[in-house]
């Protein structure tokens, strides 16, 4: 028995010290670091909470501000078309381009900070828009105002490629920080879901704010009213935040330039060439040739990922509308009732950010509780298919109570406290799947290529396409969708609750766990190619 336990301790022994062995070979060959302090992800996650500021007054302020220049109802569903087209093309370029750049600078950070100056530029020709059309001849009391409507649009294409392009990088660079540390990468990415949630609860604040227009009384003119005014300084503010965060976090990082991984050389090679000659590939080739090549992991991780946003951007676009229209009952242009409605949506996602925060911060700890992240992405998907459900009871609740109030004799009377706390509830509960989903899906992404040698940024933009093409199919097809079953929004939340079952089903069964963690080792010392000093 005596010989028999020495002989097991030895053979752990061996394979400790093989498991270092391959850990050490895995990182030398693909050129990835050892973790870095957990204060620099923090800092460099940071930025995403300038980026979804932005995104907030966008979402909150920009739509009336488009009324106000005169652009029609028909031409704003094309404006914001621009979010996913830029999506689909600025990422996977920048991603590409970023795991090649040899900058001294570094691979991520000058994406990073041209997309922070890029922002600054689209948030002036969008808040002054206005000014700017008047002094090249617009009219100041009737509209629609030509030429600010052409420097609005060219800003906000602006704002959204420029946000396409430090979103991109700025994952990259968190699992650049996090090297083959897989818990490390997926704190990073539940700490940049963190400060998008404090993005919005920001962003959100501040677009409800009326007075704060006079921190800057410059913003007011004659050509931008009050309403105009308030939007310029939100921008500011949001400009300011922005720059700042990019500020101390890119100086905070200091990457060495990482020369690109050298081309394959065929191995008969074609007459008229020499020997080891390097044979260009075009940049569309390599971009197909990295897309036809993932592994089945990262195929399986898109298609969760399509289902996943197919259920979440009809809510997503329509949650105020829905608490307008179907909650409380009211028309656009029509009485009180759908602004009041479109108010307590705006409250329900103040509710759903904060939720969302908090969430993000215990990812990890109830991805253990549950056994996994496949498991906990798999169950939230649930959770979000139950809820997107749910909005059907409470659209029937409110309308049992609209008809036994008989139309309260003329009076517009808003649904019952418990139908209203219901939908609140409802938008707060949300959060906890929207934090797994602004998280679990780009750490297993960095996981998968850090696997299989692909790189990072390549792949989050790859799988930024498993997100905008949902959003475009819903964006184009909900509206006819919903107009089929005589409108409403209701059926295209319906089709959600669906799409969400279908991707909690395809993440328990068909999505691939990710690869155990290695032994960490303080005897490990980083590798001469780690882009971090």
Request: one cysteine or more; proline letters at 7%; hydrophobic letters at 50%.
């Amino acid at each position: 028995m005596e010989g028999t336990g020495t002989v097991t301790v030895t053979t752990d022994a061996k394979n400790h010290s093989f498991e270092l062995q391959q850990q050490r070979e895995i990182e030398e060959e693909m050129a990835l670091p050892t973790p870095s302090p957990l204060r620099k992800i923090i800092l460099v996650a940071s930025i995403a909470a300038g980026v979804q500021f932005g995104w907030a007054l966008q979402l909150s302020l920009l739509t009336p501000y488009v009324q106000l220049l005169g652009i029609p109802h028909t031409w704003a569903a094309f404006i914001w078309l621009c979010g996913p087209i830029s999506g689909m093309l600025v990422q996977p370029i920048v991603g590409y381009h970023s795991d090649r750049c040899q900058s001294r600078w570094g691979r991520r950070r000058p994406f990073i900070a041209a997309g922070a100056g890029l922002v600054t530029i689209a948030i002036f020709l969008i808040g002054f828009a206005a000014d700017l059309g008047r002094v090249l001849g617009d009219p100041i009391h009737s509209t629609p105002k030509t030429k600010a409507i052409a420097i609005f649009v060219v800003g906000f294409w602006i704002l959204d490629v420029a946000n396409n392009m430090l979103q991109g990088p700025c994952r990259a660079l968190l699992a650049d920080l996090s090297g083959i540390n897989q818990r490390r990468t997926r704190n990073a990415n539940a700490f940049f879901s963190f400060f998008m949630a404090v993005g919005n609860v920001l962003g959100f604040a501040a677009g409800s704010l009326t007075k704060l227009h006079k921190l800057l009384p410059f913003t007011k003119s004659e050509a931008c009213d009050v309403y105009c005014a308030n939007l310029k300084t939100c921008f500011f503010i949001s400009v300011l935040l922005l720059l700042t965060l990019t500020t101390i976090a890119l100086t905070s990082i200091h990457e060495k330039p990482i020369s690109p991984p050298s081309p394959a050389v065929p191995a008969s090679v074609p007459d008229g060439e020499e020997e080891g000659e390097v044979v260009p590939v075009p940049f569309m080739g390599e971009i197909v040739t990295a897309v036809r090549d993932l592994p089945r992991s990262m195929w399986v991780l898109l298609l969760v990922t399509c289902l996943n946003w197919l259920a979440w951007f009809p809510f997503l676009l329509f949650d105020t509308d829905w608490m307008g229209r179907e909650v409380y009952g009211g028309e656009v242009g029509k009485g009180r009732l759908y602004g009041l409605g479109v108010r307590a949506g705006s409250l329900g996602l103040m509710l759903n950010s904060i939720v969302l925060g908090f969430t993000s911060l215990g990812v990890e700890f109830l991805a253990r509780r549950v056994g996994g992240v496949r498991r906990l992405w798999g169950c939230v998907n649930f959770l979000l298919a139950l809820c997107l459900g749910m909005t059907v009871l409470i659209t029937k609740l409110a309308e049992s109570s609209r008809r036994a109030a008989g139309g309260g004799g003329g009076v517009e009377l808003p649904p019952p406290v418990g139908v209203r706390v219901a939908a609140l509830v409802l938008f707060a509960l949300l959060g906890i799947p929207l934090a797994v989903t602004y998280s679990i899906p780009f750490a297993l992404a960095s996981i998968f290529s850090n696997s299989s040698g692909a790189g990072q940024g390549l792949s989050l933009g790859v799988l930024n396409l498993a997100i905008v093409v949902p959003q475009i199919v819903v964006s184009v097809a909900s509206g006819p969708w919903d107009a089929l079953f005589g409108g409403g929004n209701l059926p295209a939340f319906v089709v959600g609750a669906f799409a969400a079952a279908a991707s909690g089903i395809v993440a328990l069964t068909m999505l691939p766990s990710p690869p155990p963690d290695f032994p960490t080792s303080s005897k490990i010392v980083r590798t001469r190619s780690s882009p971090f000093p």
